[in-house]
């Protein structure tokens, strides 16, 4: 199956020909590369101008918010490095690592 | 035979016990450390935990033990079959007086017997599809936490973080465990199927894992070619990112493994995106965003134009149609000045014509009063013309008169209506006629013989009637 305009799919729906629109996906719920793809979509179908004008619109909004969302996942780049151990009853436990030691 | 009994006499004897532990002594003295190349029989361990084989080549045959101390220490395990190099010392067994090899270490009897051994291994695990395509697992895009079994010291966790921070850094996890040598798989196995159950212990699954060691001998990297190991990566529902040695060597684990990395940094690469070209990326795509909105409201800017361009401005219009009004209202204007102008001249040129009606009026009074005396010096000389021509018309008209006939003695024959008949033709035979004689006196006859024998048509009541008419036409 064809990818469907991203201007039907902005709202969501269950099948192509269901005039029913369902909320878009949330954003919190959206991984990365989900918003990603998402955004590099509206970007394809921005640019082919298939979208009606006021829907271009509402797909530009939608855009922007993916792609804060996405930069919010970039800077979330705090690293954290712990190493397993396992404890005499079998339980697993972490403590800090430092590979330099 | 007498020599041989003498000899027997001759000879100490020793009880059987003396010559058992003597060879044992004798063996184990001669053959105290030796090496030997042979392939593997029949490999036995009971519950003791030894290993029981013996070691053979085409034509002879040598029992062989492995103390169970012994055997977890080495870097190979023992099957049937395999070629091997053995190193122990060989001593016999006093109640048996059989004399075995007892293994103080084992090896693969080279290269090419290794790499058999592994191929053969290899096609085992193939045949029951643990290596096929449709068991790889999709690497996630940007994976949350990493999983890392390996050693924890060495350069193989080092190069992994330098290249997480270089790219995306991200939680890592580490599991550490022996790499190589003995209980090395078992670790590796263990850490790899502890990665799976890591929620149960409140601890976060990593999204991938990366299995690894840095280079070595074909020996080294044995434990990543163990079935054990090979298993838990197959059944590891975490992507498993295989890293073992270099390039160049090829281990088990790395058939099964969903992604093979060449070497430790490149698994770091293979788990995350360059964090630098994913900002880059999405600027651009934000870039490519805007100005695909902006081309396409400054293409309906342009339509629009195009569009109203054709409409026309209408302020202009109206300029255009203010211009022509104001320049035929001028012009009206100017018409209407103009011709107001030739009508006042001409006004003024009638009323200069225009006489005084007072005046006009004076002099027909005047006109009026001169007819006025004309006519009446006029009268007397009209009315005396007058009279005097009625005067004559009197004479005649007497002089005419058909009275003064009749007084003469004439009569007038008329029909009942008036009418003369002046000839007898005009008469018929019992006409009523009336005979009228001087002073208007009349008297009525009828005509008799010599009339027209015609009746002529009878107009009887209207003739009487007329008959005044007829009188007051004389």
Known sequence: MPPRPLWLTLRGSKNRNDDEYMPAQPLEKLSFEDALTELETIVRDLETGKAPLEKSIEMYERGTALKKHCESKLRDAQAKIEKITVQQDGSVKTEPLDPEE | ?474
């Open chain 2, 1 to 474: 035979m007498a020599e041989s009994k003498t000899a027997q006499s001759n000879v100490p004897e020793f009880s059987v016990s003396d010559l058992a532990f003597s060879l044992k002594k004798t063996l184990e003295e001669t053959f105290g450390h030796v090496r030997i190349r042979g392939e593997l029989g029949r490999v036995t361990i009971p519950r003791s935990g030894h290993l029981y084989t013996n070691l053979k080549d085409e034509d002879a045959s040598i029992d062989a033990v492995c103390w169970k101390g012994v055997l977890s220490k080495l870097s190979i395990k023992p099957e049937e079959g395999l070629e091997v190099i053995v190193t122990g010392r060989v001593s016999s067994y006093p109640a048996s007086s059989k004399y075995q090899i007892i293994i103080e270490s084992m090896e693969l009897a080279g290269e090419g017997a290794l790499l058999k051994m592994l191929e053969e291994r290899r096609k085992k695990l193939a045949a029951e599809g643990l290596f096929a395509p449709e068991r790889k697992q999709k690497l996630p895009f940007l994976p949350r936490t990493i999983g890392v079994v390996t050693s924890p010291t060495g350069a193989v966790i080092r190069d992994i973080l330098h290249r997480l921070a270089d790219r995306f850094p991200r939680d890592v996890l580490l599991w550490p465990v022996m790499v190589q040598g003995d209980g090395a798989a078992e670790q590796i196995a263990a850490a790899i199927n502890g990665f799976q159950t890591l929620g149960d212990h409140g601890l976060p699954r990593p999204d991938v894992l990366i299995v690894g060691r840095g280079g070595g001998s074909l020996e080294d990297l044995m434990p990543f070619n163990e079935e054990i190991v090979v298993r838990a990566v197959a059944d590891s529902t975490i992507p498993v990112i295989s890293a073992v040695g270099h390039e160049t060597d090829t281990t088990l684990i790395d058939y099964v493994a969903d992604l093979r990395a060449p070497t430790p940094t490149g698994a770091a690469e293979m788990a995350v995106p360059r964090r630098g070209d994913l900002i880059a990326q999405i600027a651009e795509s934000e870039g490519r965003m805007v100005g695909a909105v902006n081309r396409m409201l400054s293409d309906g800017h342009n339509k629009l134009e195009a569009r109203s361009g054709r409409l026309g401005d209408p302020a202009k219009l109206l300029e255009v149609h203010t211009q022509k009004l104001d320049h035929i209202g001028d012009k009206i204007g100017r018409i209407f000045d103009s011709y107001l102008g030739l009508k006042k001249h001409k006004l003024i040129e009638f009323s200069a014509k225009l006489r005084d009606p007072s005046n006009l009026l004076r002099e027909a009074a005047q006109r009026l009063e001169r007819w006025d005396d004309q006519l009446k010096a006029l009268t007397p000389r009209i009315v005396g013309n007058f009279e005097k021509r009625l005067e004559h018309a009197e004479k005649m008209l007497e002089a005419y008169s058909f009275e003064n006939v009749l007084q003469r003695g004439f009569a007038v024959v008329q029909k009942a209506d008036g009418t003369l008949i002046t000839g007898a033709e005009q008469t018929t035979l019992g006409q009523q006629v009336q005979l009228r004689f001087k002073e208007n006196k009349s008297v009525d006859a009828t005509i008799g013989a010599g009339a027209n024998v015609e009746k002529p048509p009878s107009k009887p009541k209207k003739s009487k009637e007329k008959k005044t008419d007829q009188h007051s036409l004389f």
